[in-house]
């Protein structure tokens, strides 16, 4: 059966519905008209204002402004993409040329429900500005956690920015966004307020959208007026849809169940299920209306050489009576012979299938040998030779491609533990049965060959019982592949701010233990290693605990070897938003950034709050910035765990309040290093380990009843979890209880 142009456009909307608002062109399951009846549900309404010329689309009675709804020829619905995009809005901070601030706006993006999400394959967080920083907070269905990422710009003239077209940290950055987002909060700060750029770049902007659709300009988009109608109008924001929240196994057959005939259900990939229906091959049409998807007439475009009949979903091609052959495009058909010419064309055509199967294992043979060049090019690129002469007495540490490939059954998406923001982490078995984390690294510079190899060798020689140990790398791919030692219980992090319950083995005594343990390692790597070791990311995820609770130090993917009298001036820096040292923000990170880093772990131990908790009161949100007011106030005790107050002694608590402090101090001169930080912690241990509550009452009533007066309910507020988009090396991913998020309709807003 033919389908006609006029046939499919009578199916893109319900019988009596409009199919167009202005230039848009609304196909079912959406539809036209608020509660109308036209579309599959009334989140799928689409609100057409007519009193604008031409007419605006809205989704559902929110301000999202639609201008595409995926579809492809004859204006059939797109089911392979199953998006829409809708206009952008950008978050921004400009300046007066003395650093005051001039105009700020942020941005806030909400799905409202769980149908629509944000697509992490289109969509990227930009920056533009040569002295900011863009942060982005959100909510992820996927992994039923929220998340935060973000990224840093540099420049100091306009002529350094490149005008290519490319976002390379240099005036402009992006970053990536997981998937599942339902909900997205952009901001931009700066760090100088850029008095130093200001002639050129006043303002700073940050929007989330469809990476493809911008093209950077370089220092021209800093002074174009028009950068921000550019922007909203341009690049949009992309949002992924399904139908429902149950999968196709779980509607086959019921009424809930909108694939119409000839169709096939697809489950949504956004991870909180839903589905969607597409056309079987051979046949076009909506699939969510009856009639449903309907035979193409393939034979209309003259697909056969020889005679086409239409089947359906198909077709045959055939050759004339008195032809021969199959009568495909460029086969075609042959008149017949006589019975000598036929058996001739059979011998040669055996002869010519002999010669194929010879080239085609001379082929392989060739392509083989290829393959095996290109990994000893890979292992020359990579610095496979100089590791070689680095490591003469340690090759076992050089692990072959054939291996890992084996150890992760063809790195499997079922072994994938992770992945973070410097590669993705597999589980491996070796042949000896040695379970392994398998880390696939970002892409290595050339001129970075020598410093990865150095450090290689450096960490393949760390040798303490609280650091995770790097086995070995694998250096026959085009990205180096690095083998870790596998640690499966878990991070601090999960153990910390778990939703399952308190963790009955987390005392004060372990938390102290583990804050040993992790400081012992760090000053070990600031001092004791043969060169030392910057980590840059720590924080309670990177900090890891094997099956008998003992403390490993993980993920090196933002460690640096150099001498602490020279700062780590990268543009792009590194680290996680609540950990980052301000000071290394501006100045380059030193053993410094280590040491207030790993303050605010020790802060989290101590009270059990996120670094960064957005669902907290605004003096409340930077863990860091309130524990130094609550200090300074005299408020330690009621903001702390209250395991820890319990179990503490009041010493104690004081000494390791006042030494988190000190960690946390804007300058970083002024901070001890990690070494002092580990012996003060160790010199806690043998303080009176009674509670403050069973110190002498003559000394400390009156201190305990101000405690109890001002925090009776101090203990009863909601955890939040909040997970970086980042996973360490060696762990082995924890799943988290879902978080319900649903609103009536999309919203965004500045």
Known sequence: MSIESTNMTSHIAKPGCQTKCGNLTVPYPFGIGI???????????????????????????????????????????????????VRNILASKCYEQNGELASQEIMFINTGVSFFTLSEKDNRLSLLGCDDLAMGFGFSLYEGRNFSTGCVTSCSRGKDVSNDGACSGIGC????????????????????????????????????????????????????????????????????????????????????????????????????GGYRCICEEGYAGNPYLSPGCQDIDECATNPCDGICTNTLGGFQCSCPKGY?????????????????????????????????????????????????????????????????????????????????????????????LGVGGNGVVYKGILLDQRIVAIKKSKQLEQNQIEEFINEVVILTQINHKNVVKLLGCCLETEVPLLVYEYISHGTLHHHIHTKNGEMPWLSFQNRLRIAIESADAFSYLHSAASIPILHRDIKSANILLDDYYTTKIADFGASRLRPFDQADMSSLIPGTLGYLDPEGIQLGL?????????????????????????????????????????????????????????????????????????????????????????NEL???????????????????????????????????????????????????????????????????NN
């Open 682 to 748: 160790e010199g806690f241990t043998k303080y009176n380990i009674r509670s403050w509550a069973h110190h002498d009452q003559e000394n400390n009533q009156l201190q305990m009843e101000e405690m109890i007066s001002e925090q009776n309910d101090l203990y009863t507020a909601q955890m939040h979890t909040s997970t970086n988009f980042d996973t360490s090396p060696s762990v082995q991913q924890s799943s988290e209880d879902s978080v319900k998020h649903e609103e009536p309709s999309l919203m965004i």
């Open 35 to 85: 509660d109308a009846g036209c579309s599959i549900d009334s989140i799928f309404d689409i609100r057409c204002d007519v009193s604008s010329d031409p007419p605006i689309a809205y989704l559902n009675s929110g301000a999202s402004n639609v201008i595409n709804i995926s579809t492809r020829a004859l204006e059939v619905i797109d089911i392979s993409t199953s998006q829409i995009r």
């Open 173 to 272: 950055c992006q970053a990536a966004i997981p998937k599942g987002l339902t909900t997205f909060l952009g901001i931009v700060t700066s760090g100088a307020n850029h008095t130093n750029v200001w002639s050129f770049n006043p303002c700073g902007y940050a929007f989330l959208g469809e990476h493809e659709k911008f093209k950077f300009r370089g220092a021209s988009d800093f002074t174009d007026p028009n950068f921000v109608r550019r922007i909203v109008n341009d690049v949009p924001i992309v949002l992924d849809w399904a139908l429902g929240t149950k999968n196709c196994s779980e509607v086959r057959n019921t009424t809930a169940d909108f694939c119409m005939e000839h169709s096939l259900c697809v489950d949504s990939e956004s991870g909180r």
């Open 324 to 416: 021969f052959g199959d009568g495909q495009k460029g086969r075609g058909c042959q008149k017949e012979h006589n019975f000598p010419i036929l058996k001739l064309s059979l011998g040669l055509g055996l002869g010519l299938l002999s010669v194929l199967v010879s080239i085609t294992w001379i082929y392989l043979g060739l392509k083989r040998r290829k393959i095996l060049k290109l990994r000893e090019k890979f292992f020359e690129k990579n610095g496979g030779m100089l590791l070689k002469q680095q490591m003469s007495s340690n090759l076992n540490k050089v692990f072959t491609f054939e291996e890992l490939k084996k150890a992760t059954n063809n790195f499997a998406k079922d072994r994938i």
């Open 590 to 678: 030193s053993d410094k950034s280590d040491v207030y880093s790993f303050g605010v772990v020790l802060a989290e131990l101590l009270t059990g709050r996120e670094a960064i908790d957005l669902t907290l009161p605004n003096k409340e949100k930077s863990l860091a910035a309130y524990f130094k007011v609550s200090m300074k106030e005299n408020r330690l005790f009621q903001i702390l765990h209250h395991r820890v107050l319990k179990e503490g002694s009041l010493d104690q608590l004081n000494a390791v309040g006042e030494l988190v402090v000190r960690c946390l101090n804007t300058k970083g001169e002024e901070r001890p290093t990690m070494r002092e930080v580990a």
